[in-house]
């Protein structure tokens, strides 16, 4: 047990540390190529900070564990949607009245969809994994292309997001860093919070809308609090989108590539569907251009923190078993 607790508390510490790196380099590449740092947050950062998922992700399935594989990418994007952002709001304003996150979000709605559908077919198996990766290649296809059309007219306010001029193997580093960091500390607290949770006895399902999906969401958290902070509404904003984007393209996709995964009722008739309502929950934000401030934060958290005492309450009861 106090391994675990040491695991834990070391991931904790590289991922406030990695997340800080990730958002500093990021964004200065966005500056030094004139590329918005929106744009970078749906890819660079939104890639590097869903690095976790992925790995644990292709661990559980390979070693038979689908409920842990599938519930860390699905409680991952409903922790998205709610506290990554909720909690960054509470600290800053997230200005998303300034930015404009329509088509981005609209591929996510699309996207969750898509995964439910193949979701009730009861295995999301080879086929259905190439199905997801080809989406990812077309949303990768459309965000290259919108990256090349803003290459030459760069905003004059993203001047003051940062240094346009640091060196390249300074950003390089800090990006690096970021990168091994987020992936090394994810990995130390999922260990340590997955052997605390099967000493208490919780399903496997549970502990990865839980305990995984929060421990793999950290990167996300850490980077958005950190943009939220340094005033980047969008690197905040794009981080969450395109993460749940990669999360439900890249991670499920490969994932069911290399090892398909039969699908837990519970998440076909609860957790799916919650996901689709906490991304519909961000409409007013994304369409109507509405600010994420603390009453919408505190909503959020709020609405997680439902979701997490019914979740626990159905595991308890097994009403879907």
Same mark, same amino acid.
């Given at each position: 047990?106090?391994? &675990?607790?040491?695991?834990? $508390?070391?991931?904790?510490?590289?991922?406030?540390?990695?997340?800080?790196?990730?958002?500093?380099?990021? #964004?200065?590449?966005?500056? %030094?190529?004139?590329?918005? =740092?929106?744009?970078?947050?749906?890819?660079?950062?939104?890639?590097?900070?869903?690095?976790?998922?992925?790995?644990?992700?292709?661990?559980?399935?390979?070693?038979?564990q689908?409920?842990?594989?599938?519930?860390?990418?699905?409680?991952?994007?409903?922790?998205?949607?709610?506290?990554?952002?909720?909690?960054?709001?509470?600290?800053?304003?997230?200005?998303?009245?300034?930015?404009? *996150? %329509?088509? =981005?979000?609209?591929?996510?709605?699309?996207?969750?969809?898509?995964?439910?559908?193949?979701?009730?077919?009861? *295995?999301?198996?080879?086929?259905?994994?190439?199905?997801?990766?080809?989406?990812?290649?077309?949303?990768?296809?459309?965000?290259?292309?919108?990256?090349?059309?803003?290459?030459?007219?760069?905003?004059?306010?993203?001047?003051?997001?940062? &240094?346009?001029?640091?060196?390249?193997?300074?950003?390089?580093?800090?990006?690096? #860093?970021?990168?091994?960091?987020?992936?090394?500390?994810?990995?130390?607290? #999922?260990?340590?919070?997955?052997?605390?949770? %099967?000493?208490?006895?919780?399903?496997? $399902?549970?502990?990865?809308?839980?305990?995984?999906?929060?421990?793999?969401?950290?990167?996300?958290?850490?980077? =958005?609090?950190?943009?939220?902070?340094?005033?980047?509404?969008?690197?905040?904003?794009?981080?969450?989108?395109?993460s749940?984007?990669?999360?439900?393209?890249?991670i499920?996709?490969? *994932?069911?590539?290399?090892a398909?995964?039969?699908?837990?009722?519970?998440?076909?008739?609860?957790?799916?569907? #919650?996901?689709?309502?906490?991304?519909?929950?961000?409409?007013?934000?994304v369409?109507?251009?509405?600010?994420?401030?603390r009453?919408?934060?505190?909503? +959020?958290?709020?609405?997680?923190? +439902?979701?997490?005492?019914?979740?626990?309450?159905?595991? =308890? *009861?097994?009403?879907?078993?």
């Amino acid at each position: 047990m106090l391994i &675990d607790l040491l695991k834990i $508390t070391l991931g904790l510490l590289l991922l406030l540390g990695a997340g800080d790196f990730l958002v500093k380099g990021s #964004v200065a590449m966005a500056l %030094r190529l004139g590329i918005p =740092s929106l744009i970078v947050g749906l890819t660079v950062v939104a890639f590097g900070t869903s690095a976790p998922e992925l790995l644990v992700s292709v661990n559980a399935a390979l070693g038979g564990q689908a409920g842990i594989a599938l519930g860390n990418v699905v409680g991952s994007n409903i922790i998205n949607m709610l506290m990554i952002l909720g909690l960054p709001a509470l600290i800053a304003v997230i200005h998303s009245s300034q930015i404009d *996150t %329509r088509r =981005s979000f609209t591929m996510m709605l699309a996207v969750s969809v898509l995964v439910i559908a193949l979701a009730f077919m009861g *295995t999301i198996g080879r086929w259905q994994g190439l199905v997801l990766l080809a989406a990812l290649a077309l949303i990768l296809w459309d965000n290259v292309r919108e990256a090349r059309a803003h290459r030459n007219a760069r905003p004059a306010e993203t001047e003051e997001l940062g &240094d346009p001029h640091m060196a390249v193997w300074k950003i390089a580093g800090l990006i690096a #860093v970021g990168f091994v960091g987020l992936a090394v500390g994810a990995d130390l607290l #999922v260990d340590g919070a997955v052997a605390v949770a %099967r000493i208490a006895g919780i399903s496997e $399902t549970v502990i990865g809308l839980t305990l995984v999906a929060i421990g793999t969401s950290l990167p996300e958290l850490v980077t =958005s609090v950190m943009a939220a902070l340094r005033k980047q509404a969008d690197v905040a904003l794009g981080n969450v989108i395109g993460s749940n984007i990669f999360n439900l393209t890249a991670i499920l996709g490969t *994932t069911a590539v290399i090892a398909p995964m039969p699908v837990p009722v519970e998440l076909l008739h609860f957790d799916l569907w #919650v996901m689709l309502a906490a991304a519909l929950a961000l409409t007013p934000f994304v369409f109507w251009r509405r600010d994420i401030g603390r009453g919408a934060g505190i909503a +959020l958290i709020l609405g997680y923190l +439902l979701y997490t005492v019914v979740l626990l309450w159905v595991g =308890s *009861t097994g009403v879907f078993a």
